[in-house]
């Protein structure tokens, strides 16, 4: 026979551009495991990528057809995407795309272009006779986009809906011995305008395929119904099955027994995410048996508030996409297992799937370690927005059976999982009959769970809780009091307002950033209706790759050549690709911790606010630590008494700690309280922080931001704090040698007026900066265009005059951008200090009212790369800027400048260190100790970033690959900083946190320490 390609439009492809869900196709069902037999298809199959319809293999499905070189065959794992076959080095078959809202083909539904890569499958396995006693079913779980199966030559169906299941009955087509499998997967199908969800475009069997024996007398379907009543104790089960079959639950007394029940069961321990307590029992039937992990809760709206077991329940969640930098949406148990480890190690408790089942095994470990999930269906249409919502499927009776379907098969397959609280009907969709029809059907399907979406706004008609999307805090404020706007209908005004309301996405995890976390953890906490949110989003989907010189990098839209693209954007997660938790991880995780503590206002001891939905801290074991400027001064033990899950208590300070109060010497005392887990748990180890604060303990005051009378004071333009470098041992003497005048130990250029030498040391600085790397957040906002149009980024400096005088050498100077005449006034003014140290006080003033805030607002300076180590003390040990701090504390840390450096997927202002006492860059000395460098002191405190490259080289790398040490180490010692936000999707930085251009003073102290030896040092 032969199996030339095809070079005409087979009329076997009509399924593509149809609207219906598929043919062929087996009703949905609950995903389960059983005893009865099953062959795992996954492997190396074969395969050919075709351009489209009219590049087709005639003939591919026959099981006489030999695959081979000359045709353009070559093997492929099962399950993955073809475009990331190859990854990290270049692809063999097409490559990624990534659009955020825009669809990468013309909106023309339900047609697709020509141009539609479709890739041919094939696999060959062996089944013995009689294969598992009965009917036998084929299992796709994951394919994108659309897909035809063939077995043994016969077709099987079609289907689509990319993200669940897909099966079809193969019992009369299996065949003892050698069996042919051949599937046709097209990228694009008119199921793609269902599935516009902010992601990488990928295509392929990504999921896994089984083949399942189905025997007689086995169990079709199940349903749990597991109850909870706080107010009893009490659970409620009853399991619908569809087939005979009997229930046993050892560990409930149930034997042997009807399942339908109903069975009452006293003192039952409800699931929750905090102790996600599972039953084991099994479902007996003649052909199969069924194992089960049954989980008693009850979500319910109880006057306006969301509650889980009859208390109320504040999610403090995550969107998590499916990703890895390697293999796209293919994930392995093992990382599944560490999404979840690292989601409870930083204080997550619920996940939304954005925006799609995610692979079932996830679901699993949800249940089993404790997430709360809504479980989003696989849909979003958002691209049609771009269109005036014209044709948009939500609202196109067509679309309606492919919307039904999909809510169907997602209910259907996660219906048994008690983590599974709430369903979500899809993602920015518009609004329409058909998602009331989704919603009806889900709720006379499972009327036990709450329905989201977030899309209807002013009358929630299809939903039980009130979304939005990144609400600014006043308009939070006002949803939590009832104080929203109103809408046209009272009736559903009114029923809206009954809702708890959740912010399904908040807190854009872009790059450098969220700033802003504490913020909306206090609304939640303040107003019950506020049910919480979920931060978007969980990791970036950076995708591996290696330079021409081998260096790997994560790459984003864009860099595979795409025509439309939405570039870094994709890059958005709390993680980073390789899931390194990023600083914004650590901020949330502090944020959201699950015990609150705080300084007893008479200074005696703490209050405990335990924010639990369930648990007691019984489980947690208390520690103190004092430190006085930073170093050891006394820690020890501390029995707190367990406080209730919803309660507060207090604890006076143990005899120990007030013993080291005593004993502790002179300086700033700093006194750090940790909770641990005492004992093992299954998601970490004992030692594990849950909580911890930091006090001073003569003022009884907690440093945290945003809490009265706790806050640490930050310097503010316009401020003049206290020096705290030594006063000077004698008065200045300046003297002129040739082209530089020298200070005490300080030479500066006689023309710039710049520091250049400090005793020994060779350095360029410090003059002042006003500009930085641009974040995300600034990029992706009016922030950044305003910046260029005021020329922040391309400032000049003229000296206006250099004097001496008693109090020492004042350089005077004009900051201008070019081809403005908007100008900042800088007065360096030096003098010196005891120690052979210079002290610099810089007074900057703009000439004219500015019309945007500032950067940031400092001086930068630079010395030799060979003084690559910084200690510190201050905040620490990771970076903050003003409006993230959280996750830091007082302390004295160390590093190298290459460690500084956070490594987000696009190059950005990054590394701060706030609130630093003093700090000291040196190079290495002998056996591995610090050598000779420079010292640097604030009055009382400056920020610190160190960088092994310029602001400019950092700026223009679109990859930290681009970054390459250029030979000197860079500083910036910042009075402060615009804050970070989350505007690059989400609301403006607030007011008190942007960095206005008015008058302002800060100081500094410049001393050396160590022996003078060669690192640029003469």
């Known amino acids: 026979m032969d199996h030339a390609q095809s070079r005409s439009r087979p009329d076997s492809c009509a399924y593509v551009e149809d609207v219906s869900p598929g043919n062929g196709r087996l009703r949905p069902r609950a995903s389960f495991g059983s005893d009865a037999s099953a062959l795992d298809l996954d492997g190396r199959w074969s395969f050919r990528l075709a351009a489209g319809p009219y590049d087709?293999?005639?003939?591919?499905?026959?099981?006489?057809?030999?695959?081979?070189?000359?045709?353009?065959?070559?093997?492929?794992?099962?399950?993955?995407?073809?475009?990331?076959?190859?990854?990290?080095?270049?692809?063999?078959?097409?490559?990624p795309a990534y659009t955020n809202v825009t669809f990468p083909i013309p909106v023309d539904p339900p047609r697709v272009p020509d141009e539609n890569p479709t890739g041919e499958y094939r696999r060959t396995f062996e089944v013995e006779e009689g294969f598992g006693g009965g009917a036998a079913v084929l299992r796709f779980e994951g394919v994108d986009s659309c897909f035809a199966v063939w077995l043994n030559g016969r077709p099987l169906g079609d289907g689509k809906g990319s993200r669940l299941p897909?099966?079809?009955?193969?019992?009369?087509?299996?065949?003892?011995?050698?069996?042919?499998?051949?599937?046709?997967?097209?990228?694009?199908?008119?199921?793609?305008?269902?599935?516009?969800?902010?992601?990488?475009?990928?295509?392929?069997?990504?999921?896994?395929?089984?083949?399942?024996a189905r025997p007689a007398g086995g169990i079709t379907d199940f349903f749990v119904h597991a109850d909870y009543d706080h107010r009893s104790g009490a659970g409620t089960l009853r399991i619908d099955v569809e087939g005979e079959a009997r229930l046993s639950m050892p560990e409930l007394g149930i034997t042997d027994a009807d399942p339908a029940g109903p069975y009452t069961l006293p003192g039952i321990t409800p699931w929750s995410a905090e102790q996600p307590r599972l039953y084991a029992g099994e479902l007996v039937a003649a052909g199969e048996r069924v194992p089960l992990r049954l989980g008693f809760?009850?979500?319910?709206?109880?006057?306006?508030?969301?509650?889980?077991?009859?208390?109320?329940?504040?999610?403090?969640?995550?969107?998590?996409?499916?990703?890895?930098?390697?293999?796209?949406?293919?994930?392995?148990?093992?990382?599944?297992?560490?999404?979840?480890?690292?989601?409870?190690?930083?204080?997550?408790?619920?996940?939304?799937?954005?925006?799609?089942?995610?692979?079932?095994?996830?679901?699993?470990?949800?249940?089993?370690?404790?997430?709360?999930v809504v479980d989003e269906c696989d849909l979003e249409t958002h691209g049609f927005s771009e269109n005036g919502w014209r044709g948009n499927p939500a609202a196109t009776p067509a679309w309606r059976p492919a919307l039904l379907d999909r809510a169907e098969r997602m209910v259907e397959r996660d219906k048994n999982h008690p983590s599974v609280v709430i369903w979500s009907l899809g993602n920015e969709s518009g609004v329409g009959e058909n998602l009331t029809a989704m919603a009806a059907w889900i709720r006379a399907r499972d009327p036990d769970?709450?329905?989201?979406?977030?899309?209807?706004?002013?009358?929630?008609?299809?939903?039980?809780?009130?979304?939005a999307m990144y609400a600014d805090y006043p308009v939070v404020a006002a949803i939590g009091v009832g104080q929203e706007p109103r809408t046209g209908d009272p009736a559903n005004d009114a029923r809206r307002r009954a809702m708890p309301f959740l912010l399904c996405?908040?807190?854009?995890?872009?790059?450098?950033?969220?700033?802003?976390?504490?913020?909306?953890?206090?609304?939640?906490e303040l107003h019950p209706r506020l049910a919480g949110g979920f931060v978007w989003e969980w990791i970036d989907h950076g995708i591996a790759r290696r330079g021409p010189d081998g260096t790997l990098h994560h790459a984003y839209g864009g860099d595979f050549g795409e025509p439309v693209h939405d570039g870094n954007f994709v890059a958005d997660g709390l993680l980073f690709p390789d899931r390194t938790p990023s600083p914004g991880l650590l901020e949330y995780a502090k944020v959201i911790e699950p015990v609150r503590i705080t300084a007893r206002v008479d200074g005696g001891g703490i209050d405990v606010r335990n924010l639990h939905h369930t648990r007691d801290t019984g489980y947690l074991r208390w520690t103190w630590l004092l430190e006085v400027d930073g170093e050891h001064a006394g820690e020890g033990g501390w029995e707190v008494t367990a406080t209730r899950a919803g309660g507060s208590g207090r604890a006076d300070w143990p005899e120990t700690l007030l013993k080291a109060l005593d004993t502790a010497g002179p300086g700033e005392r700093w006194l750090t309280v940790t909770a641990r887990l005492d004992a093992d748990e299954p998601w970490a180890a004992a030692g594990h922080t849950v909580a911890w604060a930091q006090f001073t303990p003569d003022a009884g005051s907690t440093r945290r931001t945003g809490q009265p009378g706790g806050e640490v004071p930050s310097p503010t333009p316009g401020s003049a704090a206290p020096a705290a470098t030594p006063p000077a041992a004698t008065a200045p003497v300046v003297r002129r040698r040739g082209s530089t005048v020298t200070l005490g130990a300080g030479a500066f250029d006689t023309v710039t007026g710049t520091l250049v030498r400090l005793g020994g040391l060779v350095l360029d600085g410090p003059r002042v900066d006003l500009w930085r790397a641009p974040i995300d957040n600034d990029r992706r906002s009016p922030l950044l265009e305003a910046w260029r149009r005021a020329g922040l980024h391309r400032l000049r400096h003229k000296v206006l005059d250099i004097a001496a005088g008693e109090a020492g050498l004042t350089v005077r100077t004009r900051i201008t951008p070019a081809g403005l005449d908007l100008a900042l006034l800088a007065d360096y003014h030096w003098s010196t200090a005891a120690g052979n140290r210079l002290v610099l006080t810089v007074d900057t003033a703009p000439a004219a009212p500015w019309p945007?805030?500032?950067?940031?607002?400092?001086?930068?300076?630079?010395?030799?790369?060979?003084?690559?180590?910084?200690?510190?003390?201050?905040?620490?040990?990771?970076?903050?800027?003003?409006?993230?701090?959280?996750?830091?504390?007082?302390?004295?840390?160390?590093?190298?400048?290459?460690?500084?450096?956070?490594?987000?997927?696009?190059?950005?202002?990054?590394?701060?260190?706030?609130?630093?006492?003093?700090?000291?860059?040196?190079?290495?000395?002998?056996?591995?100790?610090?050598?000779?460098?420079?010292?640097?002191?604030?009055?009382?405190?400056?920020?610190?970033?160190?960088?092994?490259?310029?602001?400019?080289?950092?700026?223009?790398?679109r990859h930290p690959s681009d970054l390459r040490p250029d030979g000197r180490t860079h500083l910036n010692l910042d009075l402060e900083h615009h804050g970070l936000g989350s505007a690059s999707c989400g609301p403006p930085l607030q007011p008190r946190h942007e960095l206005a251009a008015v008058p302002a003073r800060f100081t500094l102290g410049f001393g050396t320490v160590g022996t003078e030896v060669d690192h640029g040092i003469a």
């Not at 399950?79 to 078959?93: E, I, K, L």
């Not at 807190?507 to 939640?524: D, I, K």
């Open 505 to 524: 996405e908040y807190a854009h995890a872009m790059g450098n950033g969220p700033g802003g976390l504490r913020q909306y953890q206090e609304l939640f």
């Open 56 to 95: 087709l293999t005639t003939g591919f499905e026959d099981p006489s057809f030999a695959p081979s070189d000359a045709g353009g065959w070559t093997r492929i794992a099962v399950p993955s995407s073809w475009q990331m076959d190859g990854v990290p080095g270049p692809g063999r078959f097409g490559a």
């Open 297 to 372: 809760r009850r979500i319910a709206v109880e006057d306006g508030v969301l509650t889980a077991n009859g208390a109320p329940l504040l999610l403090n969640g995550v969107n998590r996409h499916e990703w890895d930098p390697v293999s796209g949406r293919t994930l392995t148990p093992e990382t599944m297992l560490a999404d979840v480890l690292l989601m409870k190690r930083h204080h997550v408790n619920a996940v939304r799937t954005s925006h799609y089942p995610p692979e079932t095994a996830f679901l699993d470990l949800c249940d089993e370690y404790g997430l709360w």
């Open 166 to 212: 897909t099966e079809f009955d193969v019992t009369d087509v299996l065949r003892p011995g050698r069996n042919v499998l051949a599937v046709r997967v097209h990228q694009w199908s008119a199921g793609t305008y269902l599935e516009d969800q902010d992601m990488w475009w990928l295509s392929g069997i990504f999921r896994s395929v089984r083949l399942l």
């Open 449 to 467: 769970r709450l329905i989201h979406y977030e899309g209807e706004w002013d009358d929630c008609a299809s939903t039980d809780l009130y979304s």
């Open 852 to 957: 945007v805030p500032l950067p940031r607002l400092g001086v930068a300076m630079s010395l030799p790369a060979a003084l690559d180590r910084v200690s510190w003390f201050g905040l620490g040990p990771g970076e903050s800027y003003r409006d993230s701090q959280e996750a830091v504390r007082v302390g004295r840390f160390a590093s190298t400048v290459a460690a500084m450096q956070t490594p987000y997927v696009y190059p950005q202002e990054n590394g701060n260190r706030r609130h630093v006492r003093w700090a000291r860059i040196t190079g290495a000395g002998p056996a591995g100790e610090n050598g000779p460098g420079l010292e640097i002191t604030g009055s009382p405190w400056f920020d610190l970033t160190a960088k092994p490259w310029s602001t400019g080289e950092l700026a223009a790398a």
